[in-house]
């Protein structure tokens, strides 16, 4: 089946159906994603409405490309961050019903994973665990894999179980991932906007993130990874959301077990408890019956609900830090009473006076005025004075208020005398420039910032102190990072 009927706005009346919508009266789509995302300062955002018979609607807002302002359109290409996680779930599911893959399969016996430590424990993992965040693997790690609990034994979010059973599908099939998706997803469904990895001609039309602070970045999620590099349109997910209700792709019994409980995760913050089938968050309350998932690569993020019975569903991506603050007022559009879900993943919304405060607060410290920002991150304080992520935020900042009236000391020292190696950290000078680069990197610019600290290129969160010795001699680098660690490099040559 394709999708039919598209148009640009959905007319919602104050009437509250049986489908539970919970919006302003006759407000359109495009209006709504206009005024959420004016409210949380994003740049720019995708959304689409699909009312489980095939009619869709798609509205756009603002710029994909603040410097270029190139503004979003409904072929503006996203990263979906874990919204790529449900699409390893529907391979995984049509594979099983055509009887190639088990869901109860211990994947030891198809891919022993050299980077699991207990062997023992590795034999427990199936799809199923794994799907269902089971596998007690940790969210991400490094190169060695410790177990955080036994599998099947509670919840336990992590990226890296999706990863091995990435993994094993390669094997498996001898496809990449990026094949195998193509193969079993993006092209069934017509979705030509979609890529775990890029082609060769990498497309152009593609929404680049913003910090909280405004600043545009832009971070490429590298190679294929089935947890978090999915780049999408809001219409072709909708294409994939209405796959998972079509029976010549998915049988009935494969949707049934995606979208029953798994798996039940309590958080301590909100006091909600969520419940998890494969590849979905799953929330039954209220006589409403959810699949939904989030997404966040930082500067990227997005999120989605469906009503698991008709199919009724709507996602939205937005390019920046503050995308998920308008998750909640999206989901109650389309489903009353449905905050639970906010509640249980803990992101901060723009209708909270206290968030706004601390929007204003990030924008201030963009915009230099450290003053104002340390002022208004203090008044976030006050309502959360165990908040870890704001203190180190204002320990961060302060530094900055004295360099408006002292010049520092950095700034006079001779560029080519810093130029060396430290580590696999490289200063050098380019075009009267003194740049950074780490490994294989990109080179940023360095700007004296304070005392002996640089600001390196565009990156808020991270700072380089050079240290001298007494013969004022520089001897190595301390990168410093807005979340309180530190890292050294001692200097290997001029």
Request: glycine share 8%.
């Amino acid at each position: 089946m394709t999708l039919i009927n598209k148009v640009n706005t959905i007319v919602c009346f104050t009437i509250i159906s049986a489908w539970g919508v919970a919006c302003h009266a006759q407000e359109s789509l495009e209006s709504v994603v206009e005024r959420l995302a004016n409210s949380a300062s994003i740049p720019g955002v995708s959304a689409g409405y699909i009312d489980g018979k095939q009619h869709v609607q798609l509205a756009t807002f603002g710029q994909a490309n603040s410097k270029s302002e190139l503004p979003v359109s409904n072929d503006t290409i996203f990263q979906a961050a874990s919204l790529s996680k449900p699409v390893l779930a529907f391979i995984v599911l049509k594979m099983a019903q055509r009887g190639e893959l088990s869901l109860d399969q211990p994947l030891h016996q198809i891919l022993p994973y050299k980077r699991l430590v207990n062997k023992a424990w590795a034999e427990l993992l199936t799809p199923r665990l794994i799907l269902s965040h089971q596998s007690g693997l940790p969210n991400w790690g490094g190169e060695q894999l410790e177990f955080k609990f036994k599998p099947a034994s509670q919840f336990g979010y992590s990226g890296e179980g999706y990863v091995y059973l990435q993994r094993v599908l390669e094997k498996m099939t001898g496809l990449s991932y990026q094949q195998i998706a193509d193969k079993e997803v993006f092209k069934p469904l017509n979705m030509k906007h979609s890529y775990f990895a890029w082609p060769q001609n990498k497309p152009s039309n593609i929404a680049l993130g913003h910090t909280r602070s405004g600043f545009q970045v832009e971070r490429e999620t590298g190679m294929s990874n089935a947890a978090a590099s999915l780049h999408t349109t809001a219409e072709d997910y909708l294409k994939f959301i209405a796959a998972w209700f079509q029976p010549s792709q998915l049988s009935e019994v494969m949707k049934n077990e995606a979208f029953s409980k798994q798996i039940t995760s309590y958080d301590e913050t909100s006091h909600v408890t969520m419940a998890w089938g494969l590849g979905w968050g799953i929330y039954k309350a209220e006589g409403q019956h959810l699949v939904w998932h989030w997404g966040d690569n930082g500067v990227s993020r997005a999120f989605t609900a469906i009503d698991a019975k008709t199919g009724r569903a709507f996602v939205y991506f937005a390019n920046s830090e503050n995308g998920l603050a308008i998750s909640k007022q999206m989901t109650l559009r389309y489903f009353a009473k449905s905050q639970a879900i906010a509640k249980w993943l803990g992101y901060g919304q723009s209708d909270s006076a206290i968030w706004q405060t601390e929007r204003l607060a990030y924008e201030q410290a963009g915009k230099g005025e450290y003053i104002k920002s340390i002022a208004n991150f203090e008044k976030v304080l006050s309502e959360f004075p165990e908040n870890q992520r704001v203190i180190k935020k204002i320990n961060w900042l302060k530094p900055l208020v004295a360099p408006a009236i002292e010049t520092p000391q950095i700034a006079n020292f001779p560029k080519e005398k810093l130029a060396g190696f430290y580590g696999d950290r490289e200063l050098f000078v380019e075009q009267g420039k003194l740049k950074y680069r780490r490994g294989r990197g990109e080179a940023a610019v360095l700007t004296p910032l304070y005392h002996n600290t640089f600001k390196v290129g565009n990156f808020e969160g991270f700072r380089l102190t050079v240290v001298f010795d007494e013969s004022n001699e520089p001897i190595k680098l301390i990168g410093l990072y807005e979340n309180g660690h530190s890292d050294e490099s001692p200097r290997s040559s001029k």
